[in-house]
Every structure is written in structure tokens, then in C-alpha cells.
């Protein structure tokens, strides 16, 4: 008996449907991924470690006290620059730059940000909280974009070395991975007290306008959003 083009159609749907109740039914185990005979090798890794032992709990004292640091370190810095920097931003009716970048990205999307730590206990005369500038991979419009942002808090968003260093950071990670590049703008240009360090050399502040420049001509979007002083 011949069967029409919809009735094959609908009989092989539902082989396909009792077949997926099946598959969700059954409980996945090492077995089902693996051959049996691998199984036992690749399923519990192995280790010479003594969790009970007076050196792994002084380690783990000493690892807890570490994170506990850096995370400490993480919430300062994320909040910028001082108190009253950030209010006098407020006051001129901005947004905070992390606020910034958590209206950018999708909602119910998290945002990965790189170099968190980036000056930390490097210039002596002054602290550089997150170096200065947020950068960092979240979802646009359902696009994975990297983003970076001046954080005008700090110094108005001024560029030491280590925030031009961190800006081509990020720019590296989208050349790579072909992510488009959103720019929030609030900067004044170079730290002019540590210009000798920021505009001279080959990987220096003019790279970041070479990599814009390089990256479109490649098709990598480079979206700009001019959120205040734009000094180059």
C-alpha cells in the first residue's frame, strides 16, 4: 500500500517523537557516552591528594584567605573611582559606566569581564581602579559583541599605560574571535603626567585607532557611542 507525501511525513514524525520519549526517559550514565571498557579509566580522575591532611587544610586556609582578597579587591574597584567622583558624574545626569553597560547587554545575559585587576597597586601616586576603562563579552541584540567602556570616574577617564594595555587587550580577543567592538566613549585622552609612556611606541595609544581601522576593514563591526569627552 502506497502512502501519500503528508502520511509518510506524519508516520516518521511520530518515530521521531517515540524515539526522543525513549532517549529522555532512559538515565544518562558514563556508559552511554563511552565505550565500557574506557569507562572506568576516564570517569573519576585519579589524585594523591589527602583532603584530611594538616598541609591540604593550611593550603586551603591560605587559598580561602586569597579569594577572599581578590574578591574584597573585585567590589572595590567595580564601583570606580571616589565617592565624590562618582556623584559628581550622577550630578551631570550620567550614568554610571556599569550601569552602562548592563542597559547595553541583553537582559537575563551576563556580561564576562577581562582584566578586572588591571592597576592594582601600580601607579604610587594615585589608584587606577579596573585601569580605568571596563572591557569585557556580553550579547547585543542577540549578537556577542566585546565591549568597552571609559569609566570617567577614574581620573575622567583618562588613559594611563596600563588602560591603553587593556583596551588593545580587548581588542585582541575580538580580532580573533571576529566579535564586533562597541566603544562607550567618556575619556579625556592620555594621563598627561605619564604621556611619555601612553602615545609613543608601536603598541601604544594611536594602536587602538590601527586595530579599529584594521578589524573594519576585515568586517568586524566598530560601533562607537560618544558618552562624553571624546579626546584623542
Not at 583618562?158 to 566579535?179: C, D, F, G, M, S
Request: net charge positive.
Amino acid at each position: 500500500m502506497s502512502l501519500s507525501r503528508s502520511s509518510r511525513q506524519a508516520l516518521l514524525l511520530g518515530r521521531q517523537t517515540s524515539r526522543r520519549s525513549q532517549l529522555s526517559s532512559q538515565k544518562r550514565g558514563v556508559a552511554n557516552l563511552t565505550p565500557p571498557h574506557q569507562a572506568n579509566a576516564i570517569s573519576r580522575l585519579q589524585t594523591a591528594v589527602d583532603p584530611s591532611s594538616e598541609e591540604f587544610r593550611e593550603n586551603e586556609k591560605a587559598m580561602g584567605e586569597v579569594m577572599k582578597r581578590i574578591q574584597e579587591l573585585t567590589r572595590k574597584y567595580q564601583k570606580g573611582g571616589s565617592e565624590k567622583a562618582r556623584q559628581k558624574h550622577l550630578d551631570r545626569k550620567k550614568m554610571l559606566p556599569r550601569d552602562r553597560v548592563t542597559a547595553l547587554i541583553d537582559p537575563g545575559t551576563t556580561f564576562m569581564e577581562l582584566s578586572p585587576m588591571a592597576g592594582h597597586e601600580l601607579y604610587p601616586e594615585a589608584e587606577v581602579p579596573a585601569g580605568g576603562i571596563i572591557t569585557g563579552v556580553g550579547v547585543v541584540e542577540g549578537v556577542t559583541c566585546v565591549i568597552v567602556a571609559n569609566d570617567s570616574t577614574v581620573k575622567g577617564g583618562t588613559y594611563y599605560p596600563i588602560t591603553v594595555k587593556k583596551h588593545l587587550r580587548a581588542q585582541a580577543v575580538a580580532r580573533e574571535n571576529k566579535l564586533p567592538c562597541i566603544y562607550l566613549v567618556d575619556s579625556g585622552g592620555a594621563n598627561l603626567p605619564h604621556q611619555a609612556d601612553v602615545f609613543p611606541d608601536q603598541n601604544h595609544f594611536g594602536r587602538i585607532f590601527y586595530n579599529q581601522a584594521r578589524m573594519s576593514s576585515e568586517g568586524i563591526p566598530q560601533i562607537a557611542v560618544v558618552m562624553g569627552p571624546c579626546t584623542a
